[in-house]
């Protein structure tokens, strides 16, 4: 099995583009809930561009689903993480200019901060994820953080050209899925997410060490030609469709 968790937050930013309440990200939630979400992801930005506080609380307690509250490791966050309770936070960096999460954290770097950071989340139950590119080093500084998961960003894999050798796996793939086998070889859980659309998620729901996949802009995109069930079912239907022949695969080798 392989979770798919749907990231909501530019309903909050179509909202937030006329103030008011519509269209409302707790009501995207418990549809996406209902076409088969696993689980719902929001960000809690310092400039709370798209989703607010008060979406994260009723998100929370409204949704049935387990909420991952994305957010950078700031004083306020882990003050807000710790009142709310989400069932996990995923430790991002994030640059006020940018129009999203552009690359991972850089946690070879943050080591000695972000060890002491997680520790009062994971004692009130919250799993820690950190957001990460694909890169060994990074992902061994994440273990030796005492991080439950690793979130791999799948960026650099879905701008890349793939126009060519489509019987293979693509080079950013194939870092990913070496990441991922060496992530699980820590013990870390390894979820994957960013830019993942229904032409390329295939490849990253094959690999078979990642437990989760991400998933937001796309599908809050297509939601508006067809509908919000719709779009979720059908990522849905896809990232099964790719789990099982990859283990079809395996079975008949
Ligand atoms: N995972 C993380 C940690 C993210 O920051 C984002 C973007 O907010 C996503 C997944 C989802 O990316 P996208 O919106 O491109 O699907």
Do not use: W
């Not at 103030?19 to 549809?31: D, K």
């Not at 943050?110 to 990460?132: A, C, D, M, N, W």
């Amino acid at each position: 099995m392989i979770r798919l968790g749907i990231n909501i937050d530019h309903v909050a930013t179509l909202r937030n583009a006329r103030g008011g309440e519509h269209p409302c990200p707790v009501r995207a939630a418990l549809m996406a809930m209902e076409a088969g979400a696993d689980g719902i992801t929001a960000h809690l930005r310092e400039d709370r561009r798209h989703i607010r506080d008060r979406d994260i609380e009723r998100l929370k307690n409204e949704v049935p689903l387990p909420l991952n509250m994305e957010m950078a490791a700031t004083g306020e966050m882990l003050e807000i993480a710790l009142k709310i309770y989400p069932n996990a936070v995923c430790i991002v960096p994030e640059k006020r200019t940018e129009l999203t999460t552009e690359g991972g954290l850089d946690v070879c770097a943050q080591e000695h901060t972000l060890t002491p950071y997680i520790k009062p989340l994971q004692g009130k139950g919250i799993r820690v994820s950190l957001f990460i590119d694909a890169d060994a080093g990074q992902i061994e500084a994440a273990a030796r953080t005492g991080a439950d998961i690793v979130e791999l960003h799948t960026g650099a894999y879905a701008q890349e050209d793939k126009s060519k050798d489509e019987d293979y796996l693509s080079p950013a793939a194939c870092h990913l899925r070496s990441a991922a086998q060496l992530a699980h070889s820590l013990g870390l859980e390894v979820h994957a997410g960013h830019g993942l659309n229904y032409e390329n998620v295939a490849a990253i729901a094959a690999i078979p060490e990642i437990a989760e996949l991400n998933i937001g802009h796309f599908l809050m995109g297509e939601a508006m030609f067809i509908g919000m069930k719709e779009s979720v079912a059908r990522m849905r239907f896809l990232i099964e469709g790719a789990r099982s022949s990859f283990a079809k695969a395996t079975e008949e080798i």
